[in-house]
């Protein structure tokens, strides 16, 4: 049998070379047409999964911020809130009578009126009492009536009573009698409708002097009851 030659069928150099040159030409073309399909098919498994992958993530980011929000609107609803419907719940609300201020713990933020302030300071000086006793004089009714008013606009808030008298006599007389007037004070209000623990009354005595005792004007300055409003 006759063995087949490549160079029986291409007899000239030239014609194996272009030959030659011709199957490179198809072989390198084959390989890259493999080559790009293979890629494509590659990038077709993967895009998908990534692209799914961001929208998962997308999703449970987005079912996350929805069972939070249930959660919080569940909370709420079973929060009772105060009967002021300030929109502060009960057990966080301090002034459950008045509407207040969310900041200020559902109580009304105390903005007392210039003619108010001026009532509590000349109260200090305004209630009066006879010589060495707790008895209330007449004349210091009418700013007491005031500060009761201020008592009933502000329900949720408290008022302190300081008692205190000059260095005249005994400092242990001065003492009780400071902390007897204080207490007649506080009579006064609790005996018209202020509930007693909005109310409390001290005695300090010639302790806390804010003029001389040297003078007589120093020593009636002393001679006061003090007023204060709190929450």
């Known amino acids: 049998m006759n063995k087949f030659l490549f160079s029986d069928v291409f007899k000239s150099r030239d014609e194996r070379n272009t030959v030659f040159l011709a199957f490179l030409v198809l072989l ?8 790009l399909g293979f890629s ?5 498994r993967e895009t998908p999964t990534a692209i799914s992958d ?19 609107a569940e909370e709420a609803a079973h929060k009772p809130k ?18 207040g201020a ?24 305004a209630v009066q009492f006879q010589l060495n006793k707790a008895t209330l ?32 006599g005994a400092a242990a007389g001065n003492l009780r009698l400071s902390k007897d007037r204080a207490a007649a004070c506080y009579d006064f209000f609790s005996t ?7 109310l409390d009354y001290e005695g300090y005595g010639e302790t806390r002097p804010i003029a001389s005792n040297n003078t007589s004007a120093g020593r009636a300055t002393n001679r006061r009851v003090q ?4 929450r």
């Open 137 to 168: 004089k007449s004349n210091s009714f009418l700013v007491l009536h005031d500060i009761l008013k201020i008592l009933k606009k502000y329900p949720d808030h408290h008022l302190s009573i300081e008692g205190h008298t000059d260095n005249m």
């Open 192 to 198: 018209r409708g202020i509930a007693a623990n909005r």
């Open 102 to 125: 969310k900041d200020n713990d559902g109580c009304p933020i105390i903005e007392i009126k210039d003619k108010e302030k001026a009532t509590l300071e000349l109260a200090a000086t």
């Open 54 to 72: 961001h929208v998962v993530e997308e999703q449970s980011k987005a079912l996350t911020s929805d069972l939070h929000g249930a959660v919080i």
């Open 28 to 35: 390198f073309f084959g390989w890259l047409i493999y080559h």
């Open 227 to 230: 007023f204060n409003l709190f």
């Open 82 to 99: 105060g009967q002021d419907e300030d929109g502060v719940y009960a057990n966080n609300d301090e002034c459950p009578k008045k509407a």
């Open 40 to 44: 494509s098919e590659q990038t077709e």
